[in-house]
Structure formats: structure tokens, C-alpha cells
């Protein structure tokens, strides 16, 4: 029988696509009890008949989340999305309050790469901030930088599929793809089993750069895409005339200038010393999704 940390063992955004597959990894480890709290209880009734303990929980109504996370041992604290700077901030020191509250023994954070005020990703600083909190909290502690998930790749690579071209503002920049199922399998694992005050980055196995996608999804659709370079600000304007709103726009693309300037070009092996497996790399993944890379875009 596998051996893990004492329990329960919560997690937060319990509804969402993250939150999701890490009650599944912790169900097929077998950990046990597991509490699974979202903001609308009636979602995950799926896990209520595993056995799963599912609670509402409101990290913007911070008295829902006493009884929320009660009894519990080891917390997963999975970021919340709101994209305006320092809404993040705010929910996730509710979130924090409580656990120190509660007694809470371990917080595990899904935080980003690089969280430096001075990297282009608009919310950047509130992965910082929340860091900090954590650090000064008095539980132990393990934060997960994720890298970019390369399952957004099956938004933009269908898209770049029917255009013929795949256009970015990622200048020559690399970033550590890792995908959602393996940040699922990191999350699951530290919450089970980690122990001390650690700070990993989440990636997949290498960095890869826009020009390398191109040529990936070249291979799949079997025609030649190529890799377009685009200057921030006209990217941002070109998002804007295709209906975006503004403020949508200039986050989307922090992302790309995030990776030019360098801040998401940090593989490591720490998932794989975390979880005994390394990361999927961008061209398996982009291959065991080819049916949907190339289906028609919306």
C-alpha cells in the first residue's frame, strides 16, 4: 500500500481542469480523505460518489472558508484566474488566512514562472506577493512555478494550421511547455507527499521556441507553416481588430513578450524528482493531438 503524509488532504478550484485531474490522481493513489472544495458544490457530484468530501468554498468570501477547509491537513491552493492585477492577490491571502487559521500542516501553490515584478505577465507580481504570504505563513511549503501549458497550443495551432502561418510576439524566446496533465500529476504528488519549504519549476523536458512549433505543426498538417515574428504592440492592435477587447489583448500577449525577454526559458527536472517521471515534450503532445490540431478553427 503506497504511503503518503497525513491527510485530509484539500483541494481548492476543485471544479476547474486542474483541480479536476489532481482529485483523479490522488483517487487512483489511493490518498485518503480527500476534500474537494469549489465554489459550486453541485459540480463535482462525480466525487461525492467516490467518496471524495466536496464543500463550497469562495476564496472572495473569505467566512466560507473556515468550514471549507476544517479538519484538513495539507492544502492545495490553486490559483485562481482572475487576470486584473491584484484580484489574484487578494483571493489567495483570504485563502492563505485560512489555512494559518485551520492549522494547516503543508500548502502546496500553483504559482508561475519567474514571478518578478519585472516580467511582462500581467499578473505576475500577484504570484510573487502570494508567494511571499505562503513563505511567511509558518506551514511548510512547496510552490510549483508552471510553466506555459502546452495544451494552449491546441487553441493557436489549429489557427496557424488554416492560416498557413503562425504568428506570435515571442521575437526568438523559448519557453518550458508543460502540459495541464502534468502539473496535475506535480500537484498531486507534493500534496501527497512533499515535506519541508521547497520552490520548484514545473516544465516540460526542454524549452522550445516558436519557430520550433511552426515547424512541428509544418510536420502535422504536412504543408509548410512558417513561424512570423510579430512586434508586440501590433500584435496587440491586430488582436483588437479581430473583435478582442483591449485589456485581453495585452495579457494574451504578455505571454509572448514574457518569452522573448527570456523569463519562461527555465526547464528543469524537478518534476521528474518530484514525481519519479519527466514531462511530455511539445512534439508528442502536439502529435497525440493531431486530430484536433487539425480540425477547422471556430
Known sequence: MA???????????????????????????GADPIIAVTRNADKLAEFRDKGVDVRQGDFNAPETLGPAIAGGKRILIISTDDLEPGKRLAAHSNAIAAAREAGIDHIVYTSLA??????????????????????????????????????MLLMSGPQAIGMGQLIAAAGDG?????????CARAAAAALMNATGREV????????????????????????????IPMPAEDMVQAMIA??????????????DQATAEGYLDVASDDLETLTGKSGQSVADFLTENRAVLLRAPQ
Open 114 to 151: 519567474s514571478p518578478v515584478p519585472e516580467s511582462p505577465i500581467t499578473f505576475s507580481k500577484d504570484h510573487q506577493d502570494t508567494e511571499t504570504l505562503i513563505e511567511q505563513s509558518g506551514a511548510s511549503y512547496t510552490i510549483l512555478r508552471n510553466n506555459l501549458y502546452t495544451d
Open 3 to 29: 504511503s503518503f503524509q497525513n491527510g485530509p488532504f484539500i483541494v481548492t478550484g476543485a471544479s476547474g481542469q486542474l483541480g479536476r485531474q489532481v482529485i483523479d490522481q490522488l483517487i487512483e493513489a
Open 242 to 255: 479581430n473583435g478582442l477587447p483591449e485589456f485581453m489583448a495585452r495579457v494574451f500577449v504578455s505571454f
Open 200 to 227: 520548484l519549476d514545473i516544465t516540460g523536458p526542454e524549452s522550445i521556441g516558436q519557430a520550433d512549433i511552426a515547424a512541428l505543426l509544418s510536420d502535422i498538417a504536412g504543408k509548410d507553416i512558417p513561424y
Open 174 to 182: 523559448r519557453a518550458s511547455y508543460v502540459t495541464r496533465a502534468d
